[in-house]
């Protein structure tokens, strides 16, 4: 059912037992799971259409790396999946491991806990089965000349068609009884019990000035890397730097993939590349494109971050132009880049964003180290000529990193409450009933777009809030 918050006849004062707030792919997704358990109300700041004032309330100041708030995220039931590509890719195992060249590096769970929800996110993305292995997904166009002890190929795979969850969602949610999204309603506030313990109340407000208070067993965060912090930092009702935040990293650890082209290569044999140009239909009509990175020992030797390649061409390169490689780079989580609250405030009370995104020398010299070593091995199997006196990268060119509309590590997921803002089940250290989902939670980036994972995430989460209220009920039963 969908109810419109501006609707005089429509009460916003409301309880329920799961309140989700965001309507993006991780709400969507955390809502239509629980729907099996309980009763779920997806608050949802946007409506059924695309809107300029509502996407207002995304505005906010950069003081950092050029980054646009608005344009990289959208607002509505769907969210940004409005806008998103389409491209899925799952993070490489060691992602997930402490790497001692990388600061605050680690998550606090193995790559083998995610997998099984990996492979129930791929029907939520339409995509076949998860199949990311790219010599079972591209067969023959994996076989390239590279070193095989220093080039690895991935696959970025898309779903057909390409999830937009507003659209796909819908029909789910008009039928369901035990699903109600309110739109048109966003949430300005969270009050906690005097013991600051338990969630008690959500603030919900419209832009025409109508408010309500949602109580809830359990709430769940989904606003996206950049709202959802910056929602527990105003909420400072009861701790004066906001919820979650008494180590102060809530909206630290801002991190991208900046992306730049690999400008000491000239490409000569872009035939070898079409499957990096292209969505192409591999084994069983598999849509992926191409991705080459460096191996992990390569990685380990060099003490740097983890990248991929790709292949592409701009709109406005002529088309005598050879296509060029470009990277997608993880980045380092660094305290320094972060968001923090302006003294400005939307339509609904809210203090904006100041977001100071930084990037710092790990980040530099992982380029700089992975553009070589891939520029060297493409001449030395005759993909391309060097180029040594063009420029390479950020610091012979000016600030050229590019971001990719990805917010990730703003609420550091952590197995104590010092080191980060939520525990490895993504509920906020010292609060009972208060989970996040999203890509705010990544501890680390990786290359690997963020949507398929943070889906992956939003369903473990989502089995976990249900096996709480199983073994809540069986205890109640047994007295
Ligand atoms: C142009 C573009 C291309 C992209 N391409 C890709 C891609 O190819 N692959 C990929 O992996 N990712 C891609 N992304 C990123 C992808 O869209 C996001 O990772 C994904 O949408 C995040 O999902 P989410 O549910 O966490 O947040 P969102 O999609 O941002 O949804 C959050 C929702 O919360 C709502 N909200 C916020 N604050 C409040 C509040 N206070 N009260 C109530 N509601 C609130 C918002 O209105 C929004 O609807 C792209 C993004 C853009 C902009």
């Known amino acids: 059912m969908f109810l419109d918050a501006r609707k005089a006849d429509c009460p916003l004062n409301r309880a329920t037992q799961f309140a989700v707030v965001g309507a993006g792919p991780a709400g969507i997704t955390i809502a239509r799971e629980l729907a099996s358990v309980g009763p779920v109300l997806l608050i949802e700041s946007g409506g059924l259409k695309n809107c300029d004032d509502v996407n207002a309330l995304s505005q906010g100041e950069s003081v950092g790396w050029d980054y646009s708030l608005t344009d990289s995220r959208a607002r509505g039931f769907g969210g940004s999946s409005s806008l998103w590509a389409g491209w899925c890719a799952v993070l490489d195992d060691h992602d997930f491991v402490r790497r001692e060249w990388v600061p605050e590096s680690g998550w606090p769970i193995e790559a083998a806990q995610l997998a099984p929800f990996y492979a129930r996110a791929a029907s939520v993305v339409n995509l076949d089965r998860a199949d990311f292995d790219a010599h079972s997904v591209a067969g023959k166009a994996v076989d390239l000349p590279f070193d095989a002890t220093l080039v690895t190929p991935s696959v970025w795979r898309f779903g057909t068609s390409i999830a937009r969850f507003g659209a796909q969602f819908r029909d789910a949610f008009e039928a369901s009884k035990s699903l109600t999204a309110l739109v048109h309603a966003s949430v300005a506030d969270i009050q906690l019990s005097r013991d600051g313990t338990k969630v008690l109340e959500l603030l919900v407000r419209t832009l025409d000035g109508r408010e309500g208070r949602v109580a809830a067993d359990v709430v769940v965060l989904a606003c996206g890397g950049i709202e959802t912090p910056r929602l527990l930092l105003n909420a400072n009702g009861h701790h004066p730097a906001g919820i979650g935040n008494e180590t102060g990293l809530v909206g630290r650890f801002f991190m991208e993939h900046p992306h730049e082209a690999v400008h000491a290569l000239e490409l000569t044999h872009a035939d070898w590349f079409e499957h990096s140009l292209h969505q192409s239909n591999g084994i069983g009509g598999q849509q992926f494109m191409l991705a080459l990175g460096l191996t992990t020992r390569a990685q380990q030797t060099e003490k740097i971050l983890n990248a991929r390649a790709h292949v592409y061409r701009t709109p406005d390169m002529p088309s005598s132009e050879p296509p060029r490689l470009g990277l997608f780079m993880e980045q380092a989580p660094n305290p320094n880049s ?137 205890e109640r039963d047994h007295g």
Do not use: K
Request: proline share 4%; glycine share 8%; aromatic share 6%.
């Open 338 to 474: 972060a968001l923090q609250l302006s003294d400005s405030r939307d339509a609904i009370g809210l203090r904006r964003v100041r977001l100071d995104w930084q990037l710092d020398s790990l980040d530099q010299r992982s380029y700089d180290i992975t553009c070589r070593l891939l520029a060297e091995e493409f001449a030395r199997c005759g993909a391309g000529h060097l180029s040594p006196g063009r420029p390479s990268g950020s610091t012979s060119r000016g600030r050229t990193f590019i971001p990719t509309n990805h917010h990730i590590g703003t609420t550091r997921m952590s197995a104590t409450s010092t080191e980060g803002v939520v525990d490895s089940d993504c509920r906020v250290h010292g609060i009972d009933n208060l989970y996040i989902a999203g890509s705010s939670v990544f501890p680390t980036s990786s290359w690997a777009n963020p949507t398929f994972t943070l889906i992956a995430l939003a369903l473990r989460l989502a089995d976990h809030l249900g096996s709480l209220v199983t073994h809540a009920a069986r």
